[in-house]
């Protein structure tokens, strides 16, 4: 018998040993980074991952009622918020290939009681969020609007005389009034009312039996309860008539419809190759300004691949449901929480870097001194007049984003940082002297570079 070497039996056995990771499937490993971001006792979501069409994670998460203790099911439907807006936005694209309107035609050619702005303000506008009409969620008028029986004329009558906040296609701005628009303009060419339209012309031909305007379920499935943060503690949400929210975010599914509906998307379906083309091209602005944003979708990155995505809020829910068309991976997540309940963009974006084989790194903080963390307090200014600040209090740098909250950020590297439950890392860059000049934003979905001030 021959005998073998010390280095050829090292060699067999590394030969039989998994690669590491290996030995630990998909589906669990997936498992294993969603799980902590759940309370047993708290809202819950339900989560499917797919790659080519095919399920490769589907499960709930937390509850869908707390008072009975119900757990979420993963074919449970809920509220989508403003994933809405890419059903709208492919609706209207069908009629453009009817031949029923351009995408260049002017809004008041179909809605020709829209109040003359003086300026052209075009479908294409209403798509990429480049009107200038103000966002009718923001006014103080919808604190006056009654709670159920809401007709859509009560919601128009809040924005429609309101003045544009700039000149059509000079900026991005993301407003849901001029999807409430593109849902009376469908109305209008299509002679159907928008869920009737929506049923007939996408649910139905997609076999998505489980989505509809709420309110128009087709499916014997109930839409499940909502809640909130408030404070510390989750509360139910008061019911809303979803007319309000009407074709800009008035929809509910279930993750397996979002599924079928990535399916129809990747493959082709409902639209031409040239029109889901456009759909995915972000808009352009004068100068060069900022716009990621298509007809109906967001146009980002995650982890250097492309990414299509948007998120969804609405009270008591929210989702995220994002696709990388490159690596043929789509993650939904919906959930039935928030305010600040649940984090859906952390949620999903974990899924999906990990069905990519690249897992956001868990950072461990590090002690930095005072004069070190000295050279990076000031005031940084990024995209859109974006201004963040960077404070020190003692050992702690906190980072205050315009309108939001002051946040701790963990040192992770010399001018590296995190902040606990987010996956954006913050890169401080320095000039050839040595000093700090700007700020790096690395985040999922476009990465944003702030200049100090």
Known sequence: MTKLSA???????LLQAPLAGAETPLEQRIDAALAPLFKPD???ATVIVTRDGKPLFRKAYGLASLPEKTPMQPEMLLRIGS????FTAVAILQLAEQGKLALQDDVRQHLPDFPDKGQRITIEHLLQHTSGIPNYTELKAMRSLPKENVALGQVLDMFKDEALEFAPGT?????NSGYFLLGMVIEKLSGKAYHEYLAQNIFEPLGMRDTAHEGNERSARRRINGYRLAGKEIVPVAEIDVKIAYAAGALVTTVDDMARWEAAVSGGKLLKPATWRQAFTACRLPQGAPCHYGYGWNIG?????????HGGSIPGFTAQALRLPDDQVFVAVLTNGNGGALNTQVIAYTAAAIAIGQPFPEHRPMALAPEALD??????VGAGQTRRVVRRAGDQLTLQRDGRDAVPIMAFGPDSFFMEGSLARLEFLRGADGKVRGLLVRQPGVDETALRQ
């Open 7 to 13: 280095l050829a039996i090292t060699a067999l056995i």
């Open 42 to 44: 708290w809202p819950g």
């Open 83 to 86: 994933i809405t807006k890419q």
């Open 171 to 175: 900026q991005h701005k993301y407003s």
């Open 301 to 309: 990155t995650l982890a250097g691949h492309k990414m299509i995505h």
């Open 375 to 380: 050279a990076f307090v000031g005031t940084y």
